[in-house]
């Protein structure tokens, strides 16, 4: 099994151990990111080009602990993760935005340390400790 592999059985039983949309959604969204054309960096990049780059930066180092919905359609304008999570998650794509703006600055704080992602290697450790908070 691998990496992506143990991130998405993490998803899952996360998501439907919690049964909030929030759960739902933090299931669906690292789903849909590990079948994400460059994953975390991937939506790192997203963000940069969306003229988000500052904010990627104060929540990498945790300096930001939320966003808004209308931020996270901005730096996620273009890539479908909002359309996929939600998908995934069952749920509408406006609760998939208002779950990410807490949901998201979270992910970046762990998955891409100092606006970094993560080494492949320890993407399934941080998946587990990240979703180990929300349920």
């Known amino acids: 099994m691998g990496i992506l592999d143990t991130i ?19 299931g669906g969204f690292i789903e849909a990111l590990t079948q994400h054309p460059e994953g975390i960096q991937g939506l790192l990049n997203s963000f ?13 180092t945790g ?3 939320t966003a808004t919905p209308e931020q996270v359609q901005q730096g996620l ?6 359309e ?8 509408s794509p406006q609760i998939v935005q208002t779950a ?3 949901i998201l600055p979270m992910a970046i704080q762990h998955f891409a340390p100092n606006g970094q992602a993560a ?9 587990q400790q990240f979703l180990g908070k929300l349920v």
């Open 84 to 91: 996929k999570t939600a998908e995934r998650a069952g749920v």
């Open 100 to 102: 990410l703006a807490t």
């Open 119 to 127: 080494e492949q290697g320890s993407l399934g450790g941080l998946a």
């Open 8 to 26: 998405q059985a993490l998803a899952g039983q996360a998501g439907q151990a919690a049964g909030t949309d929030q759960a739902k959604v933090a």
């Open 77 to 82: 304008s273009g890539t479908g993760l909002i």
């Open 48 to 60: 940069k080009q969306n003229g988000m780059e500052e904010h990627v930066g104060a929540w990498s």
């Open 63 to 65: 300096q930001n602990a």
